[in-house]
């Protein structure tokens, strides 16, 4: 075969050589993809070049190509975007797809969706099948077009039934979200399959999670730690960490504290914060590696600046108890508040009770109802009793045994100790 591509080539070669365009840009192809010839992408662009300067529309998208790249050439997107468009305006679909996307992007131009949107169509009536996956793209965000979901979800069913794998996962995740289609676990999953089938890690990914919570299909961890590690051998960085979590947890395979740490190094390394948090806690531990305290705060500070609320509240934690650092009430305080402004239901529980006690910070039975009203209402068990004492008192808030009582239970519903007896104290003095 590999005879039939160098014979090809000096076919090719030997008919350029007289001007025949097409031979030219032949030529030049098979330089880029080493058809038939080493690769060389100043031979390349030579040959782009003449069969370019002549007219020929598949040389210019190429060529453009290269300037786009800088293979072979200096990159130079004021060129690329001449070329795509000489290209375009022959009808060449996959120039009229490329200049859609240097519109897009702002590239040898300013951004410009309007346009964007102008090129991609004109492509995707060709039946150009990334093109339809952009336009769903604008519609779903509203880049230069009136935002909408329905028509989104329906240039991704284009694009997805013409073969776009990334359509495909984007029609998913409109199912799954029930944005612009009615929402439907199942159709999101066999979207997400027919993606993760032709190899694209971010449904695979997806159809391991469904796997694992029985969503619109029957649950196995089986088949979603098949699927975790499909995404986590190409290097997706959640996938790597849910491969971590279910060695940490021993789902399905032998638990392997090592092999957790393994693959959260790997998600942790390309900054993936859930990832960074738990190898934190690795460190923290002592579980799969070596215990070290500087080693924890250094990945909980990742994390942490990152935004996660998981890491901000460990990094809490460290500094109230003094772990491997000066024991600092005011530093603890600090980091619960970061986690607990981030929705993190322990940290809110954590915040109410230092306003409460003015631990930290000044005390402040107001701010200690704040705080304890938001764990509350997320099912936290201790804010919950916390809250019905507050109640009880009359501290933060106007006093109501009514109002105690109920929070009282809610609390010993949620199994908060001292819960029940509180319960039976307020319920026999409410009952006088």
Not at 199 to 224: C, L, R, W
Not at 251 to 267: C, D, G, I, N, P
Request: hydrophobic share 35%; with cysteine; proline share 1%.
């Amino acid at each position: 075969m590999e005879k039939d591509y160098a014979l090809a080539f000096e076919c090719f070669s030997e008919a350029a050589e007289k001007g025949d365009i097409d031979a030219a840009n032949n030529v030049g192809y098979s330089y880029e993809y080493a058809i038939g010839v080493d690769q060389d992408y100043k031979k390349a662009f030579k040959w782009y070049s003449t069969a370019a300067q002549m007219g020929e529309m598949h040389a210019q998208c190429n060529l453009a190509a290269l300037y786009r790249n800088g293979l072979g050439t200096e990159q130079n997107y004021e060129l690329a975007i001449e070329l795509y468009r000489k290209s375009a305006e022959q009808g060449h679909d996959v120039a009229q797809y490329q200049l859609g996307t240097m519109y897009q992007n702002g590239l040898g131009t300013g951004k410009d969706y309007g346009k964007a949107m102008e090129w991609y169509m004109k492509a995707a009536e060709q039946g150009d099948s990334r093109a339809q996956n952009s336009i769903g793209y604008l519609y779903q965000y509203g880049k230069g077009v009136t935002q909408s979901y329905r028509d989104a979800a329906e240039w991704y069913r284009t694009a997805a039934e013409n073969g776009s794998t990334l359509a495909a996962y984007n029609l998913g995740r409109l199912y799954d979200k029930g944005e612009g289609v009615p929402q439907s676990d199942a159709e999101a999953f066999r979207w997400y399959m027919k993606a993760a089938e032709e190899g694209d890690p971010d449904a695979q990914t997806n159809v391991g999670y469904m796997y694992i919570n029985g969503k619109g299909v029957e649950q196995s961890d089986e088949k979603a730690m098949e699927w975790y590690m499909k995404a986590a051998e190409q290097g997706l960085a959640a996938a790597q960490f849910n491969v971590g979590v279910m060695y940490e947890q021993g789902t399905v395979v032998l638990q392997s504290y090592e092999k957790a740490v393994e693959w959260y190094m790997k998600a942790a390394e390309q900054g993936d914060p859930d990832a960074q948090n738990s190898l934190g806690s690795a460190f923290f531990s002592g579980l799969g590696v070596d215990q070290d305290f500087g080693k924890a705060m250094e990945w909980y500070m990742k994390a942490a600046v990152k935004g996660n609320p998981s890491s901000q509240f460990n990094i809490g934690l460290m500094f109230l108890d003094g772990s491997g650092f000066p024991k600092s009430d005011e530093k603890a305080f600090m980091w619960f508040l970061k986690a607990a402004q981030n929705g993190l239901k322990g940290a809110q529980n954590n915040v109410g009770y230092m306003y409460e006690n003015g631990q930290g910070v000044g005390q402040d039975y107001n701010q200690a109802f704040e705080w304890f009203s938001r764990a509350a209402e997320q099912d936290h068990a201790l804010a919950q009793h916390h809250l019905g004492y507050l109640y009880e008192k009359g501290r933060g808030v106007g006093k109501s045994l009514d109002k105690a009582l109920e929070w009282y239970r809610k609390a010993a519903e949620n199994g908060s100790e001292g819960a029940d007896e509180d319960v039976r104290r307020l319920q026999s003095l409410i009952n006088r």
